[in-house]
């Protein structure tokens, strides 16, 4: 019997209504290691070229790993993945929580969604059964409510769910998918391809367990969690106040993007920072599956707006986009509109983004009145904030348009309003300000599913001054050296290329990186040392960051079919202005350092320097040939 994963994957056709069941054979798993990697499989096979992303023919995969739900810290998210409505590139994007451990305990490692149902559905899964059941009541809920019906239905309070909310119905192009009210597939418009395919929820649930090789080893790795908590600063400030705890202090450094994107420094981030949401609401925390960190954070507030706890509360990126990108300092004005994306799954980061887009606009006078249909749009209105966070989940007004995303919403007002747009193959840019950071200029402009803060370690690992620990685990990755936060060159594109393989194997094991990721309490050897303890796989750190490879390969292969080459690579406008105020005043992009820095990335990862397109041999090196036939049927290889 395998361990660590149930070797089975449910094929739901919600067009015909048909439900099959397939077993990859051993050497699957052992290659792509289930999650993010594996549902890439399905994409190049099943997904046709060329095709929009709300055509039926999409496909939607719902993923865990082989370690997903073995009882240890960080083993709880699992990862969607479809054609991206909002980029137009792969979709892919991790939540933790309770859903996907519960869907290894019934039974399955991954589900393949496929077609449009005629009417609104969900679909329930327990114990190995699934069956397709009518939705047309939860249609138009909110998620709390809507949760509540579908375990009241069920009769079991501990169903877990993953749906969406009215964003998602009305096929915002950036909704999100949620599990359990608070814990988010976001970024990349997952939660509409669901809307596209009238699937309101998958409810789970199961009453297995997943079975593990050596269960003392991983007892004694779960053993060591409390105490290595206590030794990580980090994580410890992680416990009391969530990554809203961050806030002020990036502000300090310079690096938290305000009024998008013009400056570094908010003056107002200590008044939306987690110390105050802590004094001001006195929140509380929660956590996911088997995790001892508990770092997601809850709110409750009457005044001045009902703010209900159930659907968590603001992390650092909600509180810098619907805050500092908008410039505003109003706690319970951002905090409100935080818990108004997450009760109708809107991605915060991207409805910042976009209502800092318009309001840029506005103020420079590109648009007017009758562009927002009379609407008057200023850096620093909270209640203006609220009042566009309703409208885009609904697709109202000016709302309709700023849920288009950049690249489609940009075109509506002329070339001088789109050139204001801070994003990257439609990706609206993450809270972690490039101009600051020498390597993510290239990070984002590169990354196959848009700007993404998260595949990448930053900089600052390679400051002088950091912790040796941080430095070590450098170190032990093959990054020697230090740098200035803000220098480029050889040394950066290794920190990225690197760090890159790394992140994307924690997306591919589907660990959490506030577990896994350099600068928290586990490191590679814990990885390999979990691998080990669950599978049974006498595995190394270098064949699993061949597994964190071959994501990003298959990746860049699916955009490469798409059309997508070096073309697509690019910066917004706005990168190479200089920043004002504070210590990063005057830091900007040097675009010549930036294209030698490109093309050095691109010979790193085995792709041609010139078009970005993916190269044979290294495609070969990774076990990938099926990969290489199929970019050359497409005439998408390099060479």
Same mark, same amino acid.
């Not at 209504?17 to 399905?42: F, H």
């Not at 400056?263 to 599956?289: K, P, R, W």
């Not at 809107?346 to 420079?364: K, N, P, R």
């Given at each position: ?44 096979? !099943?997904?046709?070229? =060329? ?10 995969? #719902?993923? %865990?790993? $082989? +370690? *997903? /739900? ?21 979709? !892919?994007?991790?939540? =933790? ?10 039974? #399955?490692? %991954?589900? $393949? +969604? *496929? /077609? ?37 239905? #069920?009769?079991?309070?501990? +169903? ?480």
């Amino acid at each position: 019997m395998p361990f660590g994963y149930t070797g089975k994957v449910l094929k739901v056709d919600l067009t015909t209504g048909s439900m099959t069941y397939e077993s990859p054979p051993p050497d699957v798993y052992r290659r792509y290691a289930g999650g993010s990697c594996l549902a890439m499989t399905y994409m190049l096979r !099943d997904v046709p070229p =060329g095709l929009d992303a709300f055509d039926p023919r999409n496909v939607l995969v #719902l993923a %865990a790993s $082989v +370690v *997903t /739900g073995a009882p240890l810290s960080g083993l709880s998210r699992f990862n969607v993945t479809a054609l991206s409505p909002l980029t137009g590139t792969i979709g !892919d994007s991790q939540a =933790g929580g309770y859903w996907g451990a519960e869907l290894k305990m019934a039974g #399955l490692d %991954a589900i $393949v +969604v *496929t /077609g449009r149902a005629a009417e609104p559905v969900y679909l329930w899964v327990h114990d190995g059964h699934a069956e397709i059941r009518p939705a047309g009541h939860l249609w138009g809920l909110d998620t709390g409510p809507a949760q509540a019906r579908i375990r009241e239905e #069920l009769a079991d309070a501990r +169903v877990r769910v993953a749906q969406i909310g009215p964003g998602g119905e009305n096929l915002v192009r950036y909704a999100a998918i949620v599990n359990e009210l608070h814990h988010f597939n976001g970024r990349t418009g997952m939660g509409a391809v669901m809307g596209a395919k009238n699937l309101k929820a998958i409810a789970v649930r199961g009453r297995g367990k997943v079975q593990v090789h050596d269960p003392a080893a991983l007892q004694a790795l779960a053993r060591s969690v409390p105490e290595r908590i206590k030794a990580n600063g980090g994580s410890q400030l992680l416990g009391s106040r969530g990554t809203a705890g961050f806030v002020a202090a990036t502000s300090a450094g310079g690096g938290l993007p305000t009024r998008n994107f013009r400056s570094g420094v908010f003056e107002g981030a200590a008044a939306i920072d987690g110390e105050a949401m802590h004094q001001a609401l006195g929140h509380s925390s929660t956590t996911c599956y088997a995790c001892a960190v508990r770092c997601k954070q809850v709110i409750a507030a009457h005044e001045p707006y009902e703010i209900d706890p159930q659907y968590g509360g603001p992390e650092y990126e909600g509180l810098a986009a619907l805050g500092a990108y908008t410039g505003v300092s109003d706690l319970a004005a951002v905090c409100k509109a935080n818990e108004l994306c997450n009760r109708y799954t809107l991605d915060v980061i991207s409805t910042g983004a976009m209502i800092a887009w318009a309001t840029d606009c506005y103020e420079q006078g590109l648009i007017g009145p009758q562009q927002t249909g009379g609407l008057t749009l200023r850096f620093g209105d909270g209640e203006m904030l609220v009042r566009l966070v309703e409208m885009i989940a609904r697709r109202e007004g000016l709302g309709d348009l700023l849920a288009e995303g950049p690249l489609r919403a940009g075109q509506a007002w002329g070339p001088e309003a789109a050139a204001l747009a801070i994003h990257t193959k439609g990706q609206p840019y993450p809270a972690h300000m490039a101009r600051a950071k020498g390597s993510l200029p290239v990070v984002y402009a590169v990354n196959p599913y848009g700007a993404d803060h998260m595949c990448t370690e930053h900089d600052a690992f390679l400051l002088p001054d950091m912790p040796d620990s941080f430095q070590e685990r450098m170190r032990a990755l093959g990054i020697l050296g230090t740098a200035p936060m803000d220098a480029t060159g050889p040394l950066k594109v290794r920190l990225a290329t690197i760090t890159q393989r790394y992140m994307s194997l924690l997306d591919s094991l589907e660990l959490c990186a506030f577990c896994f990721a350099n600068a928290w309490f586990f490191d590679g050897e814990d990885i390999v040392a979990a691998v080990r303890a669950i599978t049974g796989w006498q595995t190394t750190l270098w064949e699993l960051m061949l597994v964190g490879e071959r994501r990003i390969q298959l990746m860049r292969a699916f955009n490469a079919r798409e059309g997508l080459d070096a073309r697509h690579d690019v910066l917004p406008a706005r990168m190479v202005e200089p920043l004002v105020g504070g210590p990063t005043d005057g830091w900007r992009v040097d675009m010549d350092a930036w294209q030698r820095d490109r093309a050095l990335y691109y010979a790193a990862m085995g792709w041609d320097p010139e078009s970005g397109l993916p190269g044979r041999a290294r495609l070969h090196e990774l076990d990938l040939d099926w990969v290489v036939d199929e970019l050359e049927r497409h005439g998408a290889l390099a060479g």
